[in-house]
């Protein structure tokens, strides 16, 4: 690690700044720096060039009516995003063309075509269509990433149905609260899949979820196979995918959707102990995915190989590993399992195998791979690699050079990408052909998009400073709403500066004019990548038990960026051990999922507050971090924070 640090740093000096070669340049789908201003210049007829680029069954009368805070494009627009994701590049020759290069983590491998997957998106559609599936149904997704994963998703879009993908890693309780909250028909499952060579068994969990979800009537299982199969016993409402699909006819006319019918919802922690079911729609959300993928990632459907390692239970998922490059008709590598398995080089010998150009993945794995040491992509050839990107969290200097020398060979342009689930597509990022590129910093929001800086009062800042980050014109893949909670909708983004979308991320400008995401200012926490709620975790342990009350905070994590902290002040009668947090933290896995487990636990007699009884989270955040005590004066009792500082500092290591 000695040694890596040093040549870290000596890269940090020689790389201040990254500006793309004339080669590559040359060939961007954007070279020409006017974009910025003739989009700015008329942003709606920005967007209407790009939605005109996809297949529409009635063309829209209208781009954009905006009645603050609600937006709706292309309206009167009529389209299917299937169809734009498949149909169209098999109508255009290209059906022989790879989709996706898929593969297992036991090694299992398996090459689907534009053709091949549109055949098995119109099966699928005609299995659902055949179980009462139709317009507006809602279908939970709860599956490994493969395929049919994707084909669940575009055959409920063929359809109408509006699909919300669960990713697998969360608990039943939390399957079954997202199941109840939109009030699914159905729930598309897979039996189990491999994760770091182990079972992980979905099947179980869904039957545990769905047996509290009356509107469930049936679940369709998909075998994963390859050894990964689930211990459950079935139930009647179980229905074979081989059996339902296999016999369906491979042919299946889309619905022609209005572009603003809800596409998907997709759930995301937010202040509250409740998860916002964020939903996108269909006319818009595709837009901004197809022109995003475009120029960011430079996609070459001919040549690229691209390859997104989010997982589609996830934002990123949705929008850069289905809707974007599919409606751009790339070849991708999907894969199904972790990066250090069976070694930590696995991610580099399927870039070589592949021959991937074009590489997409978050700070938290790019520091998991600092960590491994370089020796593990330094086995490999990696010279196919063209472009590099981030996305999650704000991508530390450190690791941004890393990633150039050690992946992208220090000639890969890197577009780290900020954006949100709320967001639908990337809103802050370079262009890899134009844009001179600054390690940690996102730069500049994309053509059409309006980034600001705000400070406490709602005033500009402007040119070089800090602020409140704020999207100050609407933009086609905006979220459309939360899904049946409009006040929370307005509430929670609308409300802090009226008229604009509150992301509530705290941002700089510098001196070039470049922004730096900060970080959270509200009560959720990023981990690897992941949103996750203070609330639901604090939630989680005051359903234990032994607990009486909670305090959760985001700490600095060195692989995960933040990693959750929970302060418990226990029951009476009940005595603090390790035994006890340890249980604590498995039960915060169970209610959640694994992703949320505290990374420690400090039990506390007390927890410091306000004299009107909130809980003072930033001064927890201070004893964890062993930083100075910032302003007290509105603390209740001072002598709290003494006890916990002493408490926290004795268990440290
Ligand atoms: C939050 C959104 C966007 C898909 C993955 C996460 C943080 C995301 C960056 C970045 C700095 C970033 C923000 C944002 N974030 N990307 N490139 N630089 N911060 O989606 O779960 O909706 O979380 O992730 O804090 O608000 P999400």
């Known amino acids: 690690m000695k040694e890596t640090s040093k040549t870290i740093e000596v890269l ?14 040359r060939q961007a789908n954007a070279s020409d720096p006017e974009i910025y201003a003739r989009a700015d210049a008329d942003w709606q007829g920005w967007w209407a060039s790009w939605a005109e680029q996809l297949t529409w069954e009635r063309k829209w009368d209208r781009v954009l009516d905006w009645k603050p805070p609600h937006a709706q494009w292309f309206v009167g627009g009529k389209l299917n995003a299937s169809v734009q994701c498949l149909d169209r590049h098999v109508a255009a020759g290209n059906g022989a063309r790879v989709a996706y290069h898929w593969e297992g983590e036991p090694g299992d491998a398996r090459t689907l075509t534009y053709a091949q997957m549109l055949d098995g998106v119109a099966r699928v559609a005609n299995g659902l269509k055949s179980l009462g599936i139709g317009q507006g149904d809602r279908v939970t997704l709860y599956m ?47 039996d189990a899949c491999w994760r770091r060579g182990k079972l992980l068994d979905l099947k179980i969990v869904v039957d545990e979820a769905v047996a509290a979800c009356p509107s469930i009537e049936q679940v369709l299982v998909w075998r994963r196979g390859a050894g990964a199969e689930s211990a459950s016993a079935g139930t009647p409402r179980d229905l074979e995918w081989s059996a339902l699909v296999d016999p369906q006819p491979a042919l299946c006319a889309p619905v ?8 998907f919802i997709l759930y995301t922690s937010g202040t509250t102990g409740k998860p916002k ?8 959300y595709l837009t901004v995915a197809y022109a995003t993928s475009q120029l960011v990632f430079d996609l070459k459907p001919e040549s690229d190989v691209y390859w997104c390692t989010a997982d589609v239970g996830w934002i990123t998922g949705h929008s850069y590993v289905i809707f974007g490059p599919m409606a751009n008709g790339v070849t991708q590598l999907m894969y199904e399992g972790a990066p250090n398995h069976p070694q930590p080089d696995r991610f580099w010998e399927l870039i070589h195998k592949y021959g991937v150009t074009v590489f997409y993945t978050a700070p938290t794995a790019i520091r998991a791979f600092m960590k491994w040491g370089d020796e593990w992509p330094a086995k490999h050839d990696l010279s196919s690699l063209r472009l590099l990107g981030s996305v999650g969290e704000p991508i530390n200097p450190e690791a941004w050079v890393w990633y150039l020398h050690h992946i992208g060979g220090g000639k890969c342009p890197i577009v780290d990408t900020w954006w949100q689930t709320e967001t639908g597509g990337i809103m802050i990022t370079p262009l890899p052909g134009i844009t001179t590129t600054v390690p940690g910093s996102a730069t500049q929001p994309f053509p059409g998009i309006e980034a600001k800086l705000l400070d406490e009062q709602g005033k500009e800042v402007v040119g070089p400073g800090g602020g409140y980050l704020v999207l100050s014109r609407p933009w086609p893949s905006m979220l459309r709403g939360l899904w049946r909670d409009p006040e ?5 983004y609308w409300s802090r500066f009226p008229g604009m979308y509150f992301p509530a991320d705290g941002a700089k400008r510098d001196q070039l004019g470049n922004l730096w995401v900060l970080g959270r200012v509200d009560d959720v926490m990023n981990v690897s990548g992941h949103r996750l709620s203070t609330m639901e975790i604090e939630s989680a342990l005051v359903d234990h038990h032994a607990v ?16 959750p902290v929970g302060f418990v002040i226990l029951r ?8 006890l947090a340890k249980e604590l933290t498995r039960h915060v896995g169970e209610v959640i999922g694994a992703l949320a487990r505290p990374e420690r636990i400090i039990f506390t007699p007390e927890l410091p507050k306000t004299r009107s009884g909130k809980i003072m989270r930033r001064l927890l955040r201070d004893v964890a971090e062993g930083k100075a005590l910032g302003d007290q004066t509105t603390l209740a009792d001072s002598g709290v924070l003494d006890g916990l500082k002493k408490e926290y500092e004795s268990r440290e290591g």
Do not use: N, W
């Open 572 to 579: 009476a009668g009940r005595e603090p051990s390790d035994a």
């Open 144 to 190: 490994p990433m493969a395929p049919e994963l994707v084909m669940a998703v575009l055959a409920c879009t063929r359809i109408g149905a509006i699909f919300s993908v669960v990713f697998a890693g969360f608990s039943a309780t939390s399957l079954r609260d997202r199941i109840q909250d939109q009030e699914a028909k159905l729930v598309i499952c897979g």
């Open 277 to 284: 079911g964020i939903v996108h729609s269909h006319g818009g």
């Open 256 to 263: 022609a959707m209005d572009a603003e019918d809800p596409l």
């Open 488 to 492: 929370r909708y307005v509430q929670t």
């Open 548 to 563: 009486a009350e909670a305090a959760v905070i985001g700490v600095a994590h060195e692989l995960k960026g933040q990693a």
């Open 12 to 25: 940090l000096q020689e790389h201040r700044s990254f500006t793309p070669s004339d080669e590559f340049r």
